[in-house]
C-alpha cells in the first residue's frame, strides 16, 4: 500500500516546526514562563521537538509534558471497551504560565476540547495556545489552532498519517485513501 500523497518530508516537517518556534517566540515576546504539552502519541515528540528549537533560540530552557486525553474523549464508549490509558506527566506547576498544547493533526476540534478539559483539571495556567502539524479542516467544534505546520484541506474520506522519527523512524506526513487503509 502507498499513500495518495507525501505532504510533508523530513526537512519540510523540520523547516514547519522551525517556522512554528519562530511565531511562538514573537507571538509570546520570547520563551519566558512558556510550557509545552504534548497530546499523546505524537503530541508529545513534537513538543519536545519545539521545546529544544524554543530553548535554542531563546537561551532559557521550556518545559514540557505529555496529557493522555482518553478519560476525557466523548467518544469514550465507542472507541473500546477496555480503553487504554497512558500516562498524563506535566512536572510543573502551570499557574502563571503560557501552556501550548501541541498535537500533530487538528481535525474536528474534539482532542483539543477533550485536551483543554484534562489541563483545567490539572490547574489553571495564564493561557492556552496550540500548535499543530497539520490542520485538516473538518471541524465540529469551534476551535482552530494558533499556529499550524500545514493547512492542509482534505475530504471526509482521506486520512492524514504524521510519521515521527521518534515513534514511526521517520518524518512525514502522508495522505491516505481511507479505503486503502481498510
Known amino acids: 500500500m502507498t499513500p495518495k500523497a507525501t505532504i510533508l518530508t523530513a526537512d519540510e516537517v523540520r523547516r514547519a ?69 497512558r500516562e498524563t506527566q506535566v512536572p510543573f506547576d502551570l499557574r502563571d504560565r503560557r501552556v501550548i498544547l501541541v498535537d500533530d493533526v487538528l481535525y474536528t476540534g474534539r482532542t483539543v476540547r477533550a485536551a483543554l478539559d484534562a489541563l483545567i483539571d490539572l490547574g489553571r495556567p495564564a493561557g492556552i495556545q496550540l500548535a499543530v502539524l497539520v490542520d485538516r479542516g473538518h471541524r465540529e467544534l469551534p476551535i482552530r489552532a494558533d499556529y499550524v505546520g500545514k493547512n492542509l484541506p482534505t475530504a471526509a474520506t482521506e486520512v492524514v498519517k504524521v510519521k515521527l522519527q521518534e515513534t514511526d523512524d521517520v518524518d512525514s506526513v502522508e495522505l491516505w485513501d481511507m479505503e486503502a487503509l481498510r
Open 17 to 85: 516546526l522551525t517556522r512554528i518556534a519562530h511565531e511562538i517566540i514573537e507571538r509570546n515576546k520570547g520563551a519566558e514562563n512558556l510550557a509545552l504539552i504534548g497530546v499523546h502519541t505524537r503530541g508529545i515528540p513534537l513538543a519536545r521537538r519545539l521545546a529544544e528549537k524554543l530553548s535554542t533560540l531563546e537561551g532559557v530552557d521550556v518545559p514540557t509534558g505529555m496529557l493522555d486525553i482518553t478519560l476525557y474523549r466523548d467518544d469514550l464508549s465507542e472507541v473500546a471497551q477496555q480503553p487504554i490509558i
